[in-house]
């Protein structure tokens, strides 16, 4: 399974981004995308996950009211809706899928595949 995410840039404060995801390959064996973030000098950080059957999502508390995760499995993409962004939201974006057989739970805490992310950059 390849990952590709897209949809990044360079905005700024209260403005609004959309990232895509998409899967290519054996995408049936996933049952759980998510987005995670990373900004400079910090470690990687948990945004949002979307169950792709049901459709339920988790998002961190950090994003909760401005960010809202999407997918349309039948075209193998799944979003990221960013609004009222604020300079504390800049670093790369990555994509991430799960496959079953992993830890059970809801959002995994296993993730197999990654995309090589997106840059969102937020000015003042």
């Known amino acids: ?6 949809g990044g840039g360079l905005v700024q404060a209260g403005d609004s981004l959309r990232l895509s995801c998409t899967a290519s390959g054996l995408t049936f064996s996933i049952w759980a ?11 990687r950080e948990f945004v949002a996950a979307l169950r792709l059957s049901g459709g339920g999502t988790k998002h961190a508390d950090s994003v909760v009211g401005r960010f809202t995760m999407s997918g349309d499995w039948l075209k193998n993409t799944v979003y990221l809706q ?10 790369v974006y990555y ?3 799960a496959m079953g057989g992993g830890p059970p739970g809801f959002p995994p805490r296993q993730y197999d595949y990654w995309g090589r992310g997106t840059q969102v950059t937020v000015s003042s």
């Open 1 to 6: 399974v390849q990952l590709q995410a897209s």
């Open 33 to 43: 995308m998510a987005w995670f973030r990373q900004a400079p000098g910090k470690e």
């Open 82 to 91: 960013l609004n009222s962004l604020t300079p504390e939201d800049t670093g």
């Open 95 to 97: 994509c991430a899928g």
